[in-house]
């Protein structure tokens, strides 16, 4: 009788440890999946990324967007609110993924304007105007590049910037990172190396303040 109660016990035991085992390996493997590995690391910002933000920001929010892309344009308000509401805390890196047709001339051009030290103003013009230089998800260049005369960059330095190689360059690595990470839509965020699995604005604050 007692060792039928020993035996009992010992498979209680062994139960018990293996679905506490299990858990804590799903758990790990979840961390694992959500994070950037550390070779993988350098495809999440490059020297040339533009940064808004403090640089020795506790946080930092990498971006993966597109000019043309609608559900980039909804994102942005929150996402500036966020770095407001935790000014100094956190950084936000920005890539390209120009997955629209003939997006990369909207990066070529909103490129320009960063030369220009115009950068984020150039970029919510686009995402403001988006309607009427993007149709059917094409990029119309013609169209945009005569509405940009509507903001405040100068459009002779713009169009000898567009004639030069220098934003293709950078265009042509963050679509290399973009393939090495397997980003295949825009918006695509990592907060401190973690990917924002559940794709809605709840999910990306929560992302954000667990590492606040």
Not at 44 to 64: H, I, P, W
Not at 108 to 114: T, V
Request: with cysteine; aromatic share 12%.
């Amino acid at each position: 009788m007692k060792n039928k109660k020993l035996i009992f016990s010992s498979i209680v035991s062994l139960f018990i440890l293996f679905i506490g085992a299990t858990y804590f390996y799903n758990q790990n493997k979840k961390v694992e999946n959500s994070s950037v590995s550390v070779q993988n690391m350098e495809n999440l910002k490059r020297d040339y990324s533009f940064v808004l933000g403090n640089k020795d920001a506790k946080v930092e929010m990498v971006e993966f967007f597109d000019p043309a892309c609608g559900s980039c344009a909804y994102f942005h308000p929150y996402v500036k609110e966020l770095l407001k509401k935790h000014e100094g805390d956190i950084k936000l890196v920005f890539r390209y993924a120009p997955f629209h047709k003939n997006s990369n001339y909207a990066v070529k051009m909103l490129e320009g304007a960063r030369a220009q030290g115009k950068f984020i103003e150039v970029l919510e013009f686009m995402y403001s105007t988006q309607r009427q230089w993007v149709q059917n998800h094409v990029v119309n260049p013609q169209i945009l590049f005569a509405l940009l005369a509507k903001t405040t960059i100068d459009m002779d330095k713009l169009a000898e910037f567009m004639n030069t190689n220098e934003a293709d360059k950078r265009i042509i690595q963050d679509l290399k990172d973009v393939e090495v990470l397997k980003i295949d839509k825009t918006p695509t965020y990592y907060v401190n190396g973690r990917i924002l699995e559940t794709f809605n604005i709840k999910s990306l604050v929560e992302l954000v303040d667990s590492e606040l």
